[in-house]
């Protein structure tokens, strides 16, 4: 069983469509992540959370540290929302630890 | 400001030859990360440098790799006898502190296509 699993690892959406990721994770962290991944490859940070809830425009990541698990939520989602978006979790060590990654296609 | 830089973009090597790639940090940011991403895989996390502390290599996947930070700055991640199993998209990645616990800027990466 992989430390990070994200849920789906597919999710086509249309749109305007409010949409969610998952995310759980079975360790102990310092901090988890969500990283957003566009076609070209470049990765941008998109949250970095330990408690509650963030919120960037129109996206909104949440955590719930007792049951180790996190989502990130798209409201009227784009087709340049389309992309790959990686949750990771820090721990104690030095290391960041991945999921593998949701690919969301937005369809006009 | 500019943000973390990474050099070359693109690679190709034949195997059996050494390559170095190069990571140009944020300035004044303390950790820099080496991350690998295999064609259709997820981040891998390669070795990690934090200020003035002994590096964390507990990612690196053999001998052949390896990676220096001079001066608390710029990072080369040296890969030598290259396979072909090294072909990947090279990332790296500074943040203001370590241990995961920081926000990390990436760099565009450097494309390894060893022939």
């Known amino acids: 069983k992989n430390e990070v699993e994200q849920s789906p690892q597919n999710l086509t959406a249309q749109e305007g469509e409010f949409i969610t990721i998952n995310c759980s994770y079975s360790v102990g962290i310092s901090a988890l992540h969500w990283l957003q991944q566009h076609p070209g490859g470049g990765i941008v940070s998109l949250f970095m959370l330990s408690s509650g809830k963030k919120k960037h425009g129109r996206l909104i990541a949440t955590i719930n540290i007792q049951e180790k698990h996190s989502s990130l939520h798209i409201t009227a989602s784009h087709p340049r929302d389309s992309a790959v978006y990686i949750c990771a979790v820090g721990t104690s060590g030095s290391r960041l630890t991945f999921g593998e990654g949701t690919q969301l296609t937005v369809n006009p | 400001g500019a943000g973390v830089s990474q050099s070359p973009s693109n690679k190709v090597t034949e195997k059996g030859k050494d390559v170095e790639l190069r990571c140009d940090p944020i300035?004044?940011?303390?950790?820099l990360y080496w991350y690998r991403q295999s064609l259709g895989q997820g981040l891998e996390f390669l070795i990690y440098f934090q200020g003035n502390s002994a590096p964390d290599k507990s990612g690196l996947p053999s001998d052949r790799f390896s990676a220096e930070r001079t001066g608390g700055s710029v990072s080369t991640l040296t890969i030598q006898r290259t396979q072909q199993e090294d072909s990947a998209v090279y990332l790296c990645?500074?943040?203001?502190?370590?241990?995961?616990?920081?926000?990390?800027?990436f760099g565009p990466g450097t494309r390894l296509t060893v022939t």
């Open positions: 990645a500074s943040s203001l502190g370590g241990q995961g616990a920081y926000e990390q800027d």
């Open positions: 300035s004044g940011h303390t950790a």
